[in-house]
C-alpha cells in the first residue's frame, strides 16, 4: 500500500521565494521515495531545504556561502561539515530548494578516473567529488555504489552522507 504523509510540495518542486524555513529537514521511507521516481534516488532520503546562491546543477555537493547557515553554492574541496547537502536536479542562482543530505542519490565526478565504485568519496571542488585520499578525511561526502562514465561531471551513484 502506497505510503502517504501530509506535504504540500514534492522535494523536486524548486521555489523563486522561501516557502519553507531554511534548513528545514524531511525524511522519507524508501517507498516515498520510490514513488517519486527521481533518477539515481533510492531507499530512505533525508532531504534538507537550502537557499542557492550561485546556481547548482544534478549531482554537485553544495556547501555553505560564507557568513551563512543555509545558503549555498556548489562545493570546493572543503569538510563535509560546510557541506549541505547534493542536487539532486538543477537549482538556480537566488532559488530556494532541497538538496539530499543522507541517502542513495547521485553525485558528480571530479575527474575522468572511472574509479567511484566502492570507494570512499571527498569534496573535491566545483561541486564534484572524487576519491578520497589520505590527506581528506575531513571531506568525505559519500561511498560510490557505481562509476562515473570517464566525463569529468558525469554523475553516477553513491551513498550521500552529510552532516
Given at each position: ?10 522535494v ?8 519553507y524555513?531554511?534548513g ?8 516515498e ?8 534516488v ?9 537557499a ?9 555537493v553544495v556547501?555553505r ?5 543555509y545558503?549555498?553554492?556548489?562545493a ?5 561539515v ?5 542536487a539532486?536536479w538543477?537549482?538556480g542562482?537566488?532559488k ?9 542519490g547521485?553525485?558528480a ?21 572524487d576519491?578520497?585520499?589520505?590527506t ?11 562509476n ?14 552529510i552532516?
Open positions: 500500500m502506497p505510503i502517504t504523509r501530509a506535504f504540500p510540495d514534492e523536486t518542486k524548486v521555489d523563486d521565494a522561501a516557502v524555513d531554511l528545514t529537514e524531511w525524511s522519507m521511507e524508501a517507498e521515495v520510490s514513488q517519486l521516481g527521481i533518477t539515481g533510492a531507499g530512505p532520503c533525508t532531504w534538507r531545504y537550502v542557492i546562491s550561485t546556481a547548482v546543477v544534478v549531482g554537485e556547501a556561502d560564507t557568513g551563512e547557515t545558503t549555498g553554492t556548489e570546493g574541496a572543503v569538510g563535509a560546510a557541506c549541505l547537502g547534493a539532486q538543477n537549482i542562482t537566488g530556494y530548494g532541497w538538496v539530499l543530505r543522507n541517502g542513495v547521485l553525485l565526478a571530479a575527474d575522468t578516473g572511472g574509479d567511484q565504485e566502492d570507494a570512499v568519496l571527498a569534496t573535491a571542488g566545483s561541486g564534484r567529488v576519491v578520497m585520499d589520505a581528506e578525511e575531513h571531506q568525505v561526502v559519500g561511498f560510490g555504489l557505481a562515473a562514465a570517464t566525463t569529468a561531471g558525469a554523475t553516477f551513484q553513491a551513498y550521500i552522507s552532516p
